[in-house]
């Protein structure tokens, strides 16, 4: 079932069952496929059409040199920043792509059974490179008394490796990063925080960090819509908050549905 807003986007709910009866048809909503699915599904949808302007503008700047090239038009000393330009669109494309296989890669894979700490230490081993060549020191404060996780534990690995790398680049040489875990027994939810002590997000800033291929780097930025898409499929979340102090803290929310029943 795929309910379309009067804004003209669509979400995806899940399957349904219809039955006619004297007075109608009747919509029974089943649960989804797997939690979250109607959010992952507006991830992918925003990456298509983030992916696909950012696409278009790089293939535009390409074609231009390249005609600027065949028709005789650029000078013997402008070949060098059109070749430049050519490499450089033809890189960001191919950056593109692959960030929307690793989207892609995000939809809720099988589920296996991994204690908490176990997954954030595998993500903070899978950074230790970056981080050292970089002069950043990467930590890991687990024993969190969460259940264990019911979920795509490579999924969850890759998401929370995402946003210490975005953490890592945004810290300078002798800073460090951590990940923490909190688990809240009430509500059933794990709460996995990210916290580096950069500049922080410019105000002006904040509204697009969260979409696909954003990024204040060359690069195209990917780190927060790989972590947002995990969540989403887990019927979870992923928030952004700068204190006061400075710095970023990125959370990434797993409910219920993401652990093992005791």
Known sequence: VVVRRRDGSAAALGFAAFSRGPEGTTVQLSEPLCPGVGAYAEVVSASLAE?????????AAARTSVD????????????????????NSLARMDAMLSGLQEIARAQRGPSATAEVD?????AVARTRTHAAGRGVSV???CGAAAPPLR?????????LEAL????????AEGDEVSLSATWHPAARELHLVVTDHGEGIPPERAPNVSRAFYSTRQAPGLGISVARS?????????????????????????????????
């Open 51 to 59: 992916a696909a302007h950012g696409l278009r503008n790089a293939l």
């Open 68 to 87: 600027l090239v065949q028709r005789g038009i650029a000078s013997p000393e402008d070949l060098p920043a059109l070749h430049r330009v050519t490499r």
């Open 118 to 122: 176990a997954v954030m230490r595998d």
């Open 139 to 141: 930590t890991a404060r």
């Open 151 to 159: 979920a795509d534990v490579t999924g969850l690995v890759s998401a």
């Open 164 to 171: 210490l790398l975005n953490a890592i680049d945004a810290s």
């Open 230 to 262: 995990v969540a989403a499929a887990h019927g979870g979340e992923v928030s952004l908050c700068c204190p006061p102090e400075g710095g970023t803290v990125a959370t990434l929310r797993l409910s219920a549905g993401a652990f093992a029943a005791r």
